[in-house]
């Protein structure tokens, strides 16, 4: 599990080094503070990238999925969820929706998404992985760190 970091705190600290996701989260998963060193995916109601990468050792890293925003479908569930902790992820934030919430909620995992939709995604595996993407206007690159708190999301300029 990361250190417990406060996002206000951090953002005291280091200003502008950090730039803030603006877009209000709802907290969904077990743990409310995580960070780690950012993955990407990018993709449109079609979850099969995010189920693959949450299937291989996460090394305490947060997967940023780029759902642009659609709470249309689920991009994870709580099948997902929990491969994701088995496989050491520090949690994972979504532009976009989750379903299972109630399960997820009991997870040791970070979860930062738009909302939830009962609605399955697709499974073409159309997307990106680990590529930069820009959520709410802040351009994200794989490999810089991500802090999540109930108050927010700050990551690595
Ligand atoms: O299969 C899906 O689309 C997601 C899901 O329900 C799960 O992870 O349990």
Redesign the pocket.
């Known amino acids: 599990m990361s250190t417990q970091i406060n996002t206000a705190d951090l953002y005291d600290e280091r200003g502008e080094e950090v730039e803030s996701i603006a877009i209000q989260f709802q907290n969904l998963g077990g743990n409310s503070h995580f960070n780690g060193p950012v993955r990407t995916v990018k993709c449109f109601e079609d979850?099969a990238l995010v189920k693959a990468v949450l299937g291989t050792p996460g090394e305490g890293a947060v997967l940023v999925v780029d759902g642009q925003g659609s709470v249309r479908t689920?991009l994870?569930?709580?099948?997902?969820?929990e491969s994701a902790v088995a496989n050491g992820w520090a949690g994972v934030v979504i532009n976009g929706a989750i379903?299972?919430r109630e399960a997820i909620a009991k997870l040791p995992l970070g979860v930062k998404a738009l909302g939830s939709n009962p609605k399955?995604?697709a499974k073409t595996g159309v997307g990106e992985v680990d590529v930069q993407v820009v959520i709410d206007g802040v351009h994200i690159q794989p490999g810089v760190m991500i802090y999540c708190d109930p108050d927010g999301v700050l990551v690595e300029r």
């Open positions: 979850n689920a994870m569930g709580d099948m997902i969820a379903r299972d399955k995604s």
